[in-house]
């Protein structure tokens, strides 16, 4: 199998959507004949961004910026270069390059976390048309809510196969003593700490833990990846016992994950379901390698890979009491917390990046040899009255609030 790995995004990347595609590219190219990586990198990074990759780099015609026409121009030229006809197949995360891969004659996998139906609605129509093209092989969902959204669109279900995320076990080779990772970042060692990391905005229900930490006075929490002065550190910065960290790099970030008496999901279906900007954070599969307790929320997605009382404790999302009850149960109960710490780490052998890969090599594989033969789509009168009303919602949302991705609101199930 040869394939042509599409990425419309500047190389190197911290960002986390580099980090799962271009991590899936490396590992899925060691189970292949030959495979490249499209992208646009600057000159003077192409050796770095192919050792990240582990294969040979297509540097794209396309400017690093303005983002937009970065985009368009990924798309437009995909089609000049010798390995997109050499290839079996163009794996991408970006609707707009899948769309003019398959216009120039080429066969398309998709892979991607969004729920596009839902956010974007006016898409809908032209999500159908995409999907069902005979060239789409397939998308692989980093979830089940998400290949769901698809299926009520219409799409056949044997076109879409949900495979989540992984961890890189390398990373935690070297485990580290929580009273010796305490110290190391500055913590005292008998103090209780409860930890996120990821980004510190208003979108990641970090409101609710500040109200926590108020109520927890005995605990320190820390909230590692701010990139600077915005509200939820200002609100932070109130409570004495919120310390904020500044973003971390990969070589820096396990010390504050093994000082961790908890790592926390905020437990909030804020992400999810108001800002729609988050669907199984990439960090659960880091937090369920790394050996310590886990709390999150019991959300659709998250429920999806951890299990309450056997990997986390899930508590019911948005509620303040459960938070502080969890929160003093894990910190408290140290049998409870190593039961869980012991499920999370024998759980986590499942979402491995490599384990990943073996799995889309097989379906992939599979949609290449049509071994599944997809039933026809549907786009019934449910569908397109869906469509139309969701539309009219989107257009007054963005109106309001400028922004393009819709939040859920009960659209209720499509019918044929």
């Known amino acids: 199998m040869k394939i042509l790995f599409a990425f419309e995004n500047p190389l190197p990347n911290a960002e986390a959507d580099a980090e799962v595609f271009v991590t899936t590219a490396r590992y899925l190219g060691a189970h292949l004949q030959a495979s490249w990586l499209h992208a646009p990198v600057s000159r003077r990074n192409r050796h770095v961004a192919a050792g990240l990759a582990n294969m040979p780099i297509l540097r794209a015609f396309a400017p690093l910026k303005p983002a937009v026409l970065r985009h368009f121009m990924c798309g437009l030229t995909i089609g000049l270069r010798r390995p997109f006809h050499q290839a079996d197949l163009v794996y991408t995360r970006n609707l707009w390059v899948a769309w003019m891969s398959i216009l120039c004659g080429q066969r398309v996998v998709f892979d991607h976390y969004r729920p596009w139906p839902d956010q974007i609605p006016p898409l809908q129509r032209w999500l159908y048309k995409l999907f069902t093209h005979p060239r789409f092989l397939g998308s692989i969902c980093h979830s089940e809510y998400t290949r769901h959204k698809y299926i009520e669109l219409g799409v056949p279900a044997e076109k879409l196969r949900c495979i989540h995320n992984?961890?890189?076990?390398?990373?935690?080779?070297?485990?580290?003593?929580?009273?010796?990772?305490?110290?190391?970042?500055?913590?005292?060692?008998?103090?209780?700490?409860?930890?996120?990391?990821?980004?510190?905005?208003?979108?990641?229900?970090?409101?609710?833990?500040?109200?926590?930490?108020?109520?927890?006075?005995?605990?320190?929490?820390?909230?590692?990846?701010?990139?600077?002065?915005?509200?939820?550190?200002?609100?932070?910065?109130?409570?004495?016992?919120?310390?904020?960290?500044?973003?971390?790099?990969?070589?820096?970030?396990?010390?504050?994950?093994?000082?961790?008496?908890?790592?926390?999901?905020p437990p909030s279906l804020q992400p999810l379901a108001k800002f729609g900007s988050t669907v199984l954070p990439l960090k659960l599969f880091f937090y369920l390698g790394s050996g310590r307790a886990i709390l999150a929320g019991d959300t659709p997605d998250v429920t999806e890979v951890l299990k309450n009382d056997e990997t986390a404790l899930l508590v019911r999302p948005d509620s303040l009491d459960e938070l502080v009850a969890g929160l003093k149960a894990l910190t408290e109960n140290e049998p409870l917390a190593a039961r869980l710490r012991a499920g999370a780490a024998a759980d986590s052998q499942n979402y491995t990046w490599s384990a990943r890969a073996e799995k889309i090599h097989a379906t992939v594989a599979g949609w290449l040899a049509g071994t599944a033969v997809p039933k026809a789509g549907l786009w019934g009168p449910g569908q397109a009255a869906v469509w139309k009303r969701e539309s009219r919602r989107w257009f007054q949302h963005f109106a309001r609030t400028g922004s393009v991705i819709l939040p859920p609101g009960g659209t209720g199930p499509r019918g044929g």
């Not at 890189?168 to 930890?195: S, W, Y």
């Not at 990139?227 to 904020?244: C, D, F, M, Q, S």
């Open 166 to 265: 992984g961890f890189e076990p390398r990373r935690f080779q070297a485990p580290m003593a929580l009273a010796d990772a305490k110290k190391l970042i500055g913590v005292a060692p008998e103090a209780k700490t409860v930890i996120y990391t990821g980004r510190v905005n208003h979108k990641k229900g970090l409101e609710l833990v500040i109200e926590a930490a108020r109520q927890l006075p005995q605990l320190t929490f820390l909230f590692v990846g701010s990139y600077g002065e915005g509200p939820v550190e200002t609100l932070a910065r109130k409570v004495p016992n919120i310390i904020i960290v500044p973003w971390q790099t990969e070589a820096t970030l396990g010390q504050y994950i093994y000082a961790a008496d908890v790592l926390l999901i």
